[in-house]
Structures are given as structure tokens and as C-alpha cells.
């Protein structure tokens, strides 16, 4: 050995040991700290983008709820529309069979009148019909 170095005590040296030490041990913590860093900013850009997908899909859900709440109510709309739309046919188709049952009966009652002797029936149950639909039309 280098007689200097017979100088430096013991426990010196063990305490230069240990600083060595120690800052090896620091320099490794330092690069897994910088390691862990790079890996929690990774992940933290990774949960911000996924937090905005959740946030589109959010708001996507809510205008097809909204959409879906329209078109229902358009669709009970259209419903209502054709219950009345039935309704009112088959009140008009009523109202059609009695018009047309009467006049059925008003043509059974013209066809039953008498028709005096020696006068063309044919000719006069022309002329009650004619004289029939041009009353009706006046009504």
C-alpha cells in the first residue's frame, strides 16, 4: 500500500465507503424515480384520454335519449292521429249506410207508386227518379 494511505483511519474509510455507497444507492433510486415518473405520466395521459371518450360517449347517450324521447312521442302522436282518423271513418261510413239505406227506400217508395192507366211506367218512373235526384241535390 501507498504509505499516505496508512494515515487515513479505519472508520474513515468505512465512512468514505459508505458515502460512495450511499450516492450509488441515491443514483439508482434517482433513475427509478425518473422511471416512475415517465410511467405515471404515461398512464395519466392515458386516463385523461379515456375520460374524454367517456365524456363523448356521455353526451352521445344523451342526445340519442333525447332523440329516442322525440320519436316516441312522435309515434304516440301518429297513433292518436289514426284512432281518430278510424274513428271518423267509421262514423262517416255510418252515416253513408243510412243515407244510402234511405234512398233505397225512397226509390222502393217511387217504384211502388201508382202510375195512372194507359200512362208509359217506364217513362214516368224516369221522370220520379230525375225529379228525386234534383231534390237531393238542392239539399
Known amino acids: 500500500m501507498i504509505p499516505w494511505l496508512k494515515l487515513v483511519p479505519s472508520w474513515a474509510w468505512a465512512g468514505a465507503a459508505g458515502m460512495v455507497l450511499a450516492m450509488v444507492v441515491g443514483g ?3 433513475v427509478r424515480v425518473y422511471s416512475l415518473q415517465s410511467q405515471l405520466e404515461t398512464e395519466r395521459s392515458s386516463l385523461l ?7 363523448a360517449c356521455r353526451a352521445t347517450r344523451t342526445t340519442l335519449l333525447g332523440q329516442v324521447i322525440e320519436q316516441n312521442s312522435a309515434i304516440a302522436g301518429l297513433r292518436s292521429a289514426e284512432q281518430e282518423r278510424s274513428a271518423k271513418a267509421k262514423e262517416d261510413q255510418q252515416k253513408a249506410e243510412v243515407d244510402a239505406a234511405n234512398v233505397d227506400r225512397q226509390a222502393q217508395e217511387v217504384l211502388q207508386e201508382q202510375t195512372p192507366i194507359g200512362a208509359d211506367a217506364c217513362a214516368d218512373a224516369s221522370a220520379a227518379f230525375d225529379n ?7 239539399l
Open 28 to 30: 439508482v433510486q434517482q
Open 49 to 55: 384520454e379515456a375520460s374524454e371518450k367517456l365524456g
Open 132 to 138: 228525386e235526384l234534383k231534390r237531393e241535390r238542392e
